[in-house]
C-alpha cells in the first residue's frame, strides 16, 4: 500500500476519537513521520482546545527530526485566528518541509488559504489523499457548510412487514412496541453522544414521552428537539426536564418553564422544517437525528430533507399498524445481531 494511504488511514482513525466532543468543528487527526517512522500524532480533543496538528508536533520527543519530516491532516489546516492560533502558521515554526492533507477546508476562512499559505513559504504540499473516506468523516462539517443546515439523519426501527409500531387504540396499549434488542437501544444511546441533537415530533413527544438522553452510554447528551405549535406539552413531559437542554418550536407564547428549555417561534404550522433547520444552522448544530415518529420521517423524506438513513428491522411481525416509512438511498452499511439487523442508506455517497 501508499506510504501516504497508509499514514493518512492513520489520521482518520485518530481524527474519529473526537466524535461528539468537538462540534462545531471538524473531527481531525494528524500525524507526523521521519525517515518511515512516526514521531507523532495527534488529534482534535475537545472545541476550544489545541488542534490536531498542533497536538502532533507538541508530541513530537526529538524536536530536531521535524525539519527532515511529514506531517500528515485530514483536512486543511486552518489559517484563521479562532479560539486557537492558526495551524499553519505552527507548522511553519516547527520547519516541518512536507505536508499532506486529504481534503480542502469548506469553511470559507481558510478554504484553501492555508494550502496556499504553506506553498508560499517553500512547503511541499500534496492534496486529496483519501479524499473521499475524509469528506465521509466530516459529512457534518461539510453539509453545514454547503448546504448551510444540519446534516439530517433520519432513525426508525420496523417490523420484518414493515411496521413501525401497532395500531394502539384498537390494541388498547399505552407505550410504544419493543422492536429491537438492548443492543439496538445501547447503540442509539451512543449515537445521541455523537451527534448534536435528535428530534421527535409532538405526537411522539406526547404518545412516547421519550428522554432522549444517553443513559446507556457514556458521553455528552444531545439538544432534544420538538414541535409544540400549539403549546400543548405538559410541564411534566421528559424532553422538558432539566436532566439535558431542549429546544420547542412554537407557534404560541407560552413560557418555558425550565432554564435549559428554551422556545422558539415559528411562522408556520405545516411546512415549517426549512424553518427549524435554518435556525439549528445558527446556533451551530451540525446534526439531528429524526427520530419519529411516522408523520415527521414522512416529511423529511418528501421534502428531501435528509443525508442518511438508519433502520433496525427487528424480527417480529405486526401484520396491522402503523406503516413504516418507505425510502431509497444508496446501502453503505449492513449489521445483523440476534435475528435483527441495521442497515444504513444514504442520498449519495
Same mark, same amino acid.
Given at each position: 500500500?501508499?506510504?501516504?494511504?497508509?499514514?493518512?488511514?492513520?489520521?482518520?482513525?485518530?481524527?474519529? !476519537?473526537?466524535?461528539?466532543?468537538?462540534?462545531?468543528?471538524?473531527?481531525?487527526?494528524?500525524?507526523?513521520?521521519?525517515?518511515?517512522?512516526?514521531?507523532?500524532?495527534?488529534?482534535?480533543?475537545?472545541?476550544?482546545?489545541?488542534?490536531?496538528?498542533?497536538?502532533?508536533?507538541?508530541?513530537?520527543?526529538?524536536?530536531?527530526?521535524?525539519?527532515?519530516?511529514?506531517?500528515?491532516?485530514?483536512?486543511?489546516?486552518?489559517?484563521?485566528?479562532?479560539?486557537?492560533?492558526?495551524?499553519?502558521?505552527?507548522? !511553519?515554526?516547527?520547519?516541518?518541509?512536507?505536508?499532506?492533507?486529504?481534503?480542502?477546508?469548506?469553511?470559507?476562512?481558510?478554504?484553501?488559504?492555508?494550502?496556499?499559505? !504553506?506553498?508560499?513559504?517553500?512547503?511541499?504540499?500534496?492534496?486529496?489523499?483519501?479524499?473521499?473516506?475524509?469528506?465521509?468523516?466530516?459529512?457534518?462539517?461539510?453539509?453545514?457548510?454547503?448546504?448551510?443546515?444540519?446534516?439530517?439523519?433520519?432513525?426508525?426501527?420496523?417490523?420484518?412487514?414493515?411496521?413501525?409500531?401497532?395500531?394502539?387504540?384498537?390494541?388498547?396499549?399505552?407505550?410504544?412496541?419493543?422492536?429491537?434488542?438492548?443492543?439496538?437501544?445501547? !447503540?442509539?444511546?451512543?449515537?445521541?453522544?455523537?451527534?448534536?441533537?435528535?428530534?421527535?415530533?409532538?405526537?411522539?413527544?406526547?404518545?412516547?414521552?421519550?428522554?432522549?438522553?444517553?443513559?446507556?452510554?457514556?458521553?455528552?447528551?444531545?439538544?432534544?428537539?420538538?414541535?409544540?405549535?400549539?403549546?400543548?406539552?405538559?410541564?411534566?413531559?421528559?424532553?422538558?426536564?432539566?436532566?439535558?437542554?431542549?429546544?420547542?418550536?412554537?407557534?404560541?407564547?407560552?413560557?418555558?418553564?425550565?432554564?435549559?428549555?428554551?422556545?422558539?417561534?415559528?411562522?408556520?404550522?405545516?411546512?415549517?422544517?426549512?424553518?427549524?433547520?435554518?435556525?439549528?444552522?445558527?446556533?451551530?448544530?451540525?446534526?439531528?437525528?429524526?427520530?419519529?415518529?411516522?408523520?415527521?420521517?414522512?416529511?423529511?423524506?418528501?421534502?428531501?430533507?435528509?443525508?442518511?438513513?438508519?433502520?433496525?428491522?427487528?424480527?417480529?411481525?405486526?401484520?396491522?399498524?402503523?406503516?413504516?416509512?418507505?425510502?431509497?438511498?444508496?446501502?453503505?452499511?449492513?449489521?445483523?445481531?440476534?435475528?435483527?439487523?441495521?442497515?444504513?442508506?444514504?442520498?449519495?455517497?
Amino acid at each position: 500500500m501508499d506510504k501516504d494511504i497508509t499514514y493518512m488511514n492513520r489520521c482518520l482513525e485518530l481524527a474519529k !476519537l473526537g466524535i461528539g466532543r468537538v462540534s462545531p468543528n471538524p473531527m481531525v487527526g494528524s500525524v507526523i513521520v521521519s525517515d518511515d517512522r512516526i514521531i507523532g500524532e495527534g488529534y482534535h480533543h475537545k472545541i476550544g482546545e489545541a488542534h490536531a496538528e498542533v497536538n502532533a508536533i507538541e508530541s513530537v520527543k526529538d524536536t530536531s527530526l521535524l525539519q527532515h519530516s511529514i506531517i500528515y491532516i485530514n483536512l486543511e489546516p486552518c489559517a484563521h485566528y479562532g479560539r486557537t492560533p492558526p495551524c499553519t502558521d505552527r507548522i !511553519l515554526k516547527a520547519g516541518i518541509p512536507r505536508v499532506v492533507i486529504a481534503m480542502e477546508d469548506p469553511n470559507p476562512k481558510t478554504s484553501g488559504k492555508g494550502i496556499e499559505k !504553506l506553498k508560499a513559504h517553500g512547503v511541499d504540499v500534496k492534496t486529496g489523499v483519501l479524499n473521499k473516506e475524509a469528506l465521509w468523516l466530516n459529512r457534518r462539517f461539510v453539509t453545514s457548510f454547503t448546504k448551510h443546515r444540519p446534516y439530517v439523519i433520519l432513525k426508525w426501527a420496523e417490523t420484518r412487514d414493515g411496521y413501525l409500531d401497532v395500531n394502539r387504540c384498537k390494541k388498547q396499549v399505552s407505550r410504544p412496541s419493543w422492536i429491537t434488542n438492548s443492543y439496538g437501544k445501547m !447503540l442509539v444511546h451512543k449515537w445521541r453522544s455523537e451527534e448534536d441533537a435528535f428530534m421527535v415530533g409532538t405526537r411522539t413527544a406526547l404518545m412516547d414521552n421519550p428522554q432522549l438522553t444517553t443513559r446507556e452510554w457514556t458521553g455528552r447528551n444531545p439538544l432534544r428537539v420538538s414541535i409544540d405549535y400549539d403549546d400543548v406539552f405538559p410541564e411534566d413531559l421528559n424532553i422538558l426536564d432539566d436532566s439535558a437542554d431542549s429546544m420547542i418550536f412554537t407557534g404560541g407564547t407560552k413560557p418555558a418553564q425550565n432554564q435549559n428549555v428554551k422556545k422558539v417561534r415559528i411562522q408556520n404550522r405545516i411546512d415549517n422544517l426549512d424553518e427549524i433547520l435554518a435556525h439549528l444552522y445558527k446556533q451551530n448544530i451540525q446534526s439531528i437525528v429524526i427520530e419519529g415518529g411516522a408523520r415527521l420521517l414522512h416529511s423529511f423524506i418528501s421534502k428531501g430533507l435528509w443525508d442518511e438513513a438508519r433502520i433496525f428491522t427487528g424480527d417480529y411481525t405486526f401484520k396491522e399498524g402503523v406503516k413504516a416509512p418507505e425510502i431509497r438511498g444508496v446501502p453503505i452499511y449492513y449489521e445483523p445481531f440476534s435475528k435483527h439487523e441495521l442497515k444504513i442508506l444514504t442520498q449519495c455517497v
